[in-house]
């Protein structure tokens, strides 16, 4: 699988993700190496850089929660703007995929 | 903690040197409690396994050189589009009292450039720092900034300090975190019909500033500055979304 395709939907991956609700860094990355039949792997260079950014545009935000062995994990969760730019990503995809399969897929 | 993973967090810390120590402290907690979670999950326990589980992760100095790039990004970002919108929000309001000669123009000038560049921008760059209240915090917080960076607007005028006009820096400042998230139109109309009232009172009524209110002007600004802090909203929520998938240089 091309890499630097799945790297460009990073920001859009983590929001689909984050609408089933708060996730934390390393549940995030299983989560998607477990959709992913382990086909893509984040690293924390990629996951972390694109989480702070999609905080800083206030898509999504992020808090600690103590844990009941006593350690934290800080928390993501999406925010009504980062729901809404997802939907209109959502379609933009819909319609880019149909688009592409009236080419590259099959003809019968 | 293994020290292996003390060691491989020490070099991501001195690999952020340049981030601000609050952010660096945050980025190396964030992370440490990231690599205590595999830890767990995987079930690893002695200083072996821990050190062959760092082994498969970038290193510690790609690791601070990414995060590094990225808040330099986020900054420079920040900074950028915080005064853009503030020398918008300047410019409709200075522009509003210009256009119809509310003041003399160097008063109107000066309206602009502190509303815009001192409320504006100002509430725009902490805005992130507040993120521990809750919502009612959150708008509580900004409209008590907004009037504090607002004290200065009060000598806008010839006729000595105008306490009212702080209340349009607080105005400014609920506006703009309340609208920060998206919110139904028809709130926008309702909360400068409040607030046109709110200032009525005040200058009517509290400090006897006027006898007759001129509504047209007062709503008319308040509608215009509603307006102009929905544009600044969605100018900056545009340029966010195309900044998000803008991958930064590398150093």
Known sequence: ?108 | MHDALAAYLARVEKGLRGVSSGKRRLFVRELESHLLDEIEARGLTSEAEVEAMLAEKETPDELAEVLHQQEDGDSQHRSETALLGGGLLGLATGGYMWINSIQSWHLNLAFGLIHGLMVGTGIFLVRPYWKKPGVEGRLLLAALFGTLMAIPLGFTSTNGFVFTRLCYGGFTGYLLERHSQSRPWWQLFVEVAAYTLFDAFLEVLVFQRMKSYDWGIESGFNLFLALAVMAVIFLRRMLSERWLFTAHSRR
């Open chain 1, 1 to 108: 699988m091309d890499r630097e395709l799945l790297k460009g939907s990073t920001p859009i991956l983590l929001l689909s993700m984050l609408t089933d609700g708060p996730m934390y860094g390393y549940q995030i990355i299983e989560e998607v190496r477990k959709r992913t039949n382990g086909a893509y792997t984040l690293k924390e260079g990629a996951l972390y850089p694109a989480l702070h950014k999609l905080e800083a545009t206030e898509f999504i935000t992020s808090y600690w929660q103590t844990q009941p062995n006593g350690r934290e994990r800080r928390y993501y969760a999406l925010q009504p703007a980062g729901a809404a730019f997802l939907t209109n990503k959502k379609q933009e995809w819909s319609r880019f995929v149909a688009m592409v399969e009236s080419f590259v897929g099959s003809r019968d």
